[in-house]
């Protein structure tokens, strides 16, 4: 079967797509699962460069959430049984043995598509709005709104009842924003500080979702509301921003970091009523998960390649 795998830190034309022997039968507290649908993000380019904060070391299978059926189970596995739908971590990779406790399982009409499409990215968005404890009617700012983490903030936002002004670098990108539901677009390539004043009747923005940091981290805190809150979710940019405290002082605002993996480690019960949660939404039509591309394992550099020319809106998806 194929695989996926970093062998050396590097770049995605460093991966190598190899053919391995299927995985043995699952340990009895183990289920298998078939994959058929594997989302990869930004955070797995830092990953193989060797820059992120929990590293593995090659080699290691690419990728991270995905969706599949179960083929079969361990002898102690009583909450999942073969034909069920499934999401777990796993990667690029044809059939992978999980513990019964890491794998989710999914009800049996749902799109296992969108399934794979929307775990990190919707988890990320929703753990972040509710640490910043946004509002109906508040203004919330999404910058990078059409990335993976972007959009799905645009969308439970919505959801959530802010009105949601969204920021990205091209036209192109703002029309499918505006159409999955923004309320306001702004081009951001060249500033947005003023254009969210206007719009906010020079108040600035109540919650500002920040997947970019750098410059767009130094603008977003001179267009702060009062009691405004700044959500850290990442640096695309390439540079984390300091902020000035006199700033927020003078502003009674908030700069908040937050990570999933750590909720999922350290909160484990919230995270998976947050994940049933998002599962239900999904179910129910609730949300909209976009998928851009989608490639076959064979095309895992071309996969990259569209994160790197930031041609992604939505997810980019390998099956
Ligand atoms: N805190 C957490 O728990 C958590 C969880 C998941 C992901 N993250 C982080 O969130 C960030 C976004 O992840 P993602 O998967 O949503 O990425 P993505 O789909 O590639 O989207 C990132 C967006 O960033 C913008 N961007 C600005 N400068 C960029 C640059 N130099 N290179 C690439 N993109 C750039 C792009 O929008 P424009 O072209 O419109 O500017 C792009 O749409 C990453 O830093 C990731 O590590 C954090």
Known sequence: MKAVFCEK?????????????PPDTPKPDEVQINLKYRGIAFADLVRMAGNYQDNRTP???????GSGIITCVGKNVTSIKPGDKVTSAGGCVELINVSESKVRKLPDDIDLELAAAFGNTYMTAFYGLHIAQLQPNETLLVHGAAGGVGLAAVDLGKLMG???IATASSDEKLAIVKQLGADEIINYSNGFREKVKDLTQDLGADVIYDPVGGDIFDESMRCIAPYGRILIVGFTSGRPALAKTN???VKDASVIGYT???LQQKRPALFDEYAETLVDYLVKGLIKPHISH???MDEIVQAFQVIIDRRVIGKVLVT
């Open 9 to 21: 830190f590097g770049g995605p034309k460093d991966l190598v797509v190899k053919e391995i022997e």
């Open 59 to 65: 080699p290691y299978i690419v990728g991270g959430d």
């Open 162 to 164: 802010a009105r949601v």
């Open 247 to 249: 700033h927020l002082l």
């Open 260 to 262: 999933v993996n750590s």
């Open 294 to 296: 989608r490639y076959k």
